[in-house]
Nanobody, 125 residues
Framework: QVQLVESGGGLVQAGGSLRLSCAASGRTFSSYVMGWFRQAPGKEREFVAT????????YYLDSVKGRFTISRDNVKNTVTLQMNSLRPEDTAVYYC??????????????????WGQGTQVTVSS
């Protein structure tokens, strides 16, 4: 069992930066693939980024490549999403998720077993 709590969302102007954090409980955190998803009003949940259990491999949505960076700390049981050069279209509720190792990359919501409650990110133009 893994419990996830996100933090770090907020309101930022276009071109600005935010850093999202996800704190995980559970002794088996390091065995899980971790991911970030987002959901804008009226839209389906969308994959953003994922990181292998070891942190050695990452995978991103094309539109965030070069702007977002996912990382993890298996000692502190945290995963972070650094978001730079934010755009209004990045506005959404961002969710942290944990899933078992499977067919890499894990970029579909159904592949993840545990979810946080979400944190709002709003980018103004």
């Amino acid at each position: 069992q893994v419990q996830l709590v996100e933090s770090g969302g907020g309101l930022v102007q276009a071109g600005g930066s935010l850093r999202l954090s996800c704190a995980a409980s559970g002794r088996t955190f390091s065995s899980y693939v971790m991911g970030w998803f987002r959901q804008a009003p009226g839209k389906e949940r969308e994959f953003v980024a994922t990181i292998m259990w070891s942190g050695g491999s990452t995978y991103y949505l094309d539109s965030v490549k070069g702007r977002f960076t996912i990382s993890r700390d298996n000692v502190k049981n945290t995963v972070t999403l650094q978001m730079n050069s934010l755009r209004p279209e990045d506005t959404a509720v961002y969710y942290c998720a944990a899933g078992p190792p499977g067919s890499w990359p894990l970029n579909s919501a159904y592949e993840y077993d545990y979810w946080g409650q979400g944190t709002q990110v709003t980018v103004s133009s």
